[in-house]
């Protein structure tokens, strides 16, 4: 029932910007907290951005004024800008829509390439 589909993933050179998109399905969407996850090759899956409901966002000190993420609630999706995107940004990105700490989904990720 519950479907989430990123996409916007790709190769970029160092420096780029991509615009992360991730499309939920079969959710009220306005009542979740909406957010980005990455697992680079050998790491573990780590937090990058999320926003609630009510817009507060957080960052990951790795993304803090590079990344913005975003969402819009018409079209049932949430993006990620990233910006000044640095190879050690190279992972698997992960969408994911929470609720009351409980309901949790996630989409199937989409790769994102950063190398000269």
């Known amino acids: ?3 989430l589909v990123e996409s916007g993933g790709g190769l970029v050179q160092p420096g780029g910007s991509l615009r992360l998109s991730c499309t939920a ?3 009220i969407f306005t ?3 909406m957010g980005w996850y990455r697992q680079a090759p050998g790491k573990q899956r780590e937090l990058v951005a999320v ?3 009510g817009g507060t966002t957080n ?3 790795s993304a803090k004024g590079r ?3 975003s969402r819009d609630n018409a079209k049932n999706t949430v993006y990620l800008q990233m910006n000044s995107l640095k190879p050690e940004d190279t992972a698997v990105y992960y969408c994911n ?3 009351r700490g409980t309901l949790d989904y996630w989409g199937k990720g989409t790769l994102v390439t950063v190398s000269s």
Do not use: L
């Open 25 to 27: 399905s079969g959710i």
């Open 67 to 69: 990344f913005t993420i």
């Open 59 to 61: 960052y990951a000190d």
């Open 1 to 3: 029932q519950v479907q």
């Open 51 to 53: 926003m609630t409901n």
């Open 31 to 33: 009542i979740y907290t």
């Open 97 to 99: 829509v929470n609720f």
